[in-house]
């Protein structure tokens, strides 16, 4: 695995090596890192001994040793903006024919070791068993209050289309790994949801969209436009602080959007949408975005504090580890319910961005045109 302690944004390099090496005397004997590809951070690793584990257990694992060094971070006062797990692994979901593959999700990618002459060290590096591992801390992913400063420095400030000084908070981000993705899962259940291109949209990408999608609608533009580069921007900014391992990817963005469109999980205003252009006169004409929203029906589904409330009251009062496997259980069973009466519509029927077909009227005037129109005989002696 690879420890990626990250200052894209706040922190020093000596503060990464700082850290790095209390790790190396607190935690990881003989731990093997180096400066990252950036020149800002440090990349670290530890082999793991993980015998016949599969790949979900082993990724939970990994989850609960980032939040293990993320911990150690919060309780130092190394110079470091975020410290995560890279190279997890993939996901397969098999079919019950031989090599039929129903489902999969992407691990995270990691970057692999760069000076070779010091490969006796990377070889001697940490060892850890699955059982190291297990033996963690579980530690609450709920990060501090806002007024904590390191809080302040590791959160996400999003500027992105008319939205300045917003954020995307550590509790949000922590139902990426819970509500969001429960709902990913059940709306794309046995679902391979594949792109125009070689890509595949998986439930991460879904859960990422989900956040997004509800954090949009709760922050309209004025005009109720949501432009395709707001969406683009917010996710490559959430990609780039390494709070999520997917990328933005336009296809896979465009077949997200139709699916829950599909599901009619979409409130479409105005799908038409222009292209903003600069006309013979050199003046320029702002395009204009489609108007859509998630719809009232998706925003209940999307609403975490409110299942979270409405299941801490029916549980009452029962002991908390049964309470949490009983709101995991209602949630799951709510939102099963909602969306497997849900009626999916073919592809042509799917409400989706199309460009307004008066787009061209005023770009050229009658007179602009008129050279390129050949009379009859002008055409056919062409065409001859």
Same mark, same amino acid.
Not at 60 to 81: A, C, G, K, M, W
Not at 179 to 191: D, G, N, P, Q, S
């Given at each position: 695995?690879?420890?990626?302690?990250?200052?894209?944004k706040t922190g020093t390099l000596a503060g990464a090596i700082a850290f790095a090496n209390h790790l190396k005397d607190t935690l990881f004997p003989n731990l093997y890192f180096e400066v990252s590809t950036?020149?800002?951070?440090?990349?670290?690793? $530890?082999?793991?001994?993980? !015998?016949?584990?599969?790949?979900?257990?082993?990724?939970?694992?990994?989850?609960?040793?980032?939040?293990?060094?993320?911990?150690?971070?919060? &309780?130092?006062?190394?110079?470091?903006?975020? %410290?995560?797990?890279?190279?997890?692994?993939?996901?397969?979901?098999?079919?019950?024919?031989?090599?039929? =593959?129903?489902?999969?999700?992407?691990?995270?990618?990691?970057?692999?070791?760069?000076? +070779?002459?010091?490969?006796?060290?990377?070889?001697?590096?940490?060892?850890?068993?699955?059982?190291?591992?297990?033996? #963690?801390?579980?530690?609450?992913?709920?990060?501090? *209050?806002?007024?904590?400063?390191?809080?302040?420095? +590791?959160?996400?400030?999003?500027? !992105?289309?008319?939205? @300045?000084?917003?954020?995307?908070?550590?509790?949000?981000?922590?139902?990426?790994?819970?509500?969001?993705?429960?709902?990913?899962?059940?709306?794309?259940?046995?679902? $391979?949801?594949?792109?125009?291109?070689?890509?595949?949209?998986?439930?991460?990408?879904?859960?990422?969209? #989900?956040?997004?999608?509800?954090?949009?609608? #709760? &922050?309209? &533009? =004025?005009?109720?436009?949501?432009?395709?580069?707001?969406?683009?921007?917010?996710?490559?900014? %959430?990609?780039?602080?390494?709070?999520?391992?997917?990328?933005?990817?336009?296809?896979?963005?465009?077949?997200?959007?139709?699916?829950?469109?599909?599901?009619?999980?979409?409130?479409?205003?105005?799908?038409?949408?222009?292209?903003?252009?600069?006309d013979v006169d050199g003046k320029k004409h702002k395009g204009k975005a489609s108007r859509w929203k998630a719809s009232e029906l998706l925003m209940s589904l999307l609403n975490w504090q409110e299942h979270?409330?409405?299941?801490?009251?029916?549980?009452?009062?029962?002991?908390?580890?049964?309470?949490? %496997?009983?709101? @995991?259980?209602?949630?799951?069973?709510?939102?099963?319910?909602?969306?497997?009466?849900? @009626?999916?519509? *073919?592809?042509?029927?799917?409400?989706?961005?199309?460009? /307004? /077909? &008066?787009?061209? +009227?005023?770009?050229?005037?009658? /007179?602009?045109? @008129?050279?390129?129109?050949?009379?009859?005989?002008? *055409?056919? +002696?062409? !065409?001859?």
């Open positions: 695995m690879n420890i990626d302690i990250d200052c894209h950036n020149g800002n951070g440090v990349h670290g690793y $530890v082999i793991i001994e993980k !015998a016949d584990l599969g790949s979900e257990i082993l990724n939970e694992l990994s989850r609960r040793l980032q939040q293990h060094l993320r911990q150690i971070l919060l &309780n130092t006062n190394f110079d470091v903006q975020d %410290v995560e797990i890279k190279g997890t692994c993939p996901v397969f979901v098999w079919g019950e024919k031989k090599g039929q =593959l129903q489902n999969y999700t992407s691990g995270t990618l990691a970057k692999l070791p760069r000076e +070779s002459h010091r490969f006796e060290e990377l070889r001697n590096t940490t060892r850890l068993s699955y059982m190291d591992l297990l033996k #963690l801390p579980m530690v609450e992913r709920k990060k501090p *209050s806002f007024s904590d400063n390191r809080a302040m420095n +590791s959160e996400l400030k999003i500027v !992105a289309g008319s939205i @300045t000084g917003k954020v995307i908070g550590p509790e949000e981000l922590a139902e990426l790994d819970g509500h969001y993705r429960k709902v990913a899962e059940t709306l794309m259940e046995e679902h $391979v949801l594949r792109t125009s291109g070689r890509t595949v949209a998986t439930v991460e990408d879904l859960a990422i969209f #989900l956040m997004l999608i509800r954090y949009f609608t #709760l &922050n309209m &533009n =004025l005009d109720g436009s949501l432009p395709y580069a707001r969406f683009k921007g917010m996710w490559t900014s %959430v990609f780039d602080s390494g709070d999520i391992g997917r990328s933005f990817e336009c296809k896979r963005f465009a077949t997200l959007r139709n699916y829950l469109s599909s599901l009619g999980l979409l409130e479409w205003q105005n799908e038409k949408y222009t292209l903003g252009i600069t979270s409330k409405q299941q801490e009251q029916e549980c009452g009062v029962c002991d908390l580890e049964e309470r949490e %496997v009983e709101r @995991t259980s209602l949630a799951v069973t709510q939102v099963q319910e909602v969306i497997r009466s849900l @009626t999916r519509q *073919s592809f042509p029927d799917i409400q989706k961005p199309v460009m /307004d /077909d &008066n787009l061209l +009227s005023w770009m050229l005037s009658p /007179d602009e045109i @008129t050279p390129y129109i050949k009379t009859f005989d002008e *055409s056919f +002696s062409i !065409a001859a």
